[in-house]
């Protein structure tokens, strides 16, 4: 059984920074594609930004250049540095293993942590 647990959100004026963690159980990140999706409230949940097993790396046009998305093997912990924060980023935000399919599309994943909300003040 797969666990995900994200932590490290919280509210950060916009310019600002957030780290979001995602520890994993049962599923090493050097076997599956993992990726980071959001959602707004009134919104659909979207890709954010995604990792392979060799460390190549997909962002979203909306993060790309403000976001990067890394790993620690020995700890089994996903990261997600988020740097130069907008209002627009306000979201909950999930990590989650792919399955099949888009990786773009949440429907392809089949682990999902509980989230983590992440608010940018103006």
């Known amino acids: 059984q797969v666990q995900l647990v994200e932590s490290g959100g919280g509210l950060v004026q916009a310019g600002g920074s957030l780290r979001l963690s995602c520890a994993a159980s049962?599923?090493?990140?050097?076997?599956?594609?993992m990726g980071w999706f959001r959602q707004a409230p009134g919104k659909e949940r979207e890709f954010a930004a995604g990792r392979d097993w060799s460390g190549n790396t997909v962002y979203a046009d909306s993060v790309k250049g403000r976001f990067t998305i890394s790993t620690d093997s020995a700890e089994n912990t996903m990261y997600l540095q988020m740097n130069s924060l907008k209002p627009e980023d306000t979201a909950l935000y999930y990590c989650?293993?792919?399955?099949?399919?888009?990786?773009?599309?949440?429907?392809?994943?089949?682990?999902w942590g509980q989230g983590t909300q992440v608010t940018v003040s103006s």
């Open positions: 989650s293993a792919h399955s099949r399919g888009s990786i773009y599309s949440p429907k392809s994943y089949d682990y």
């Open positions: 049962g599923r090493t990140f050097s076997s599956s594609f």
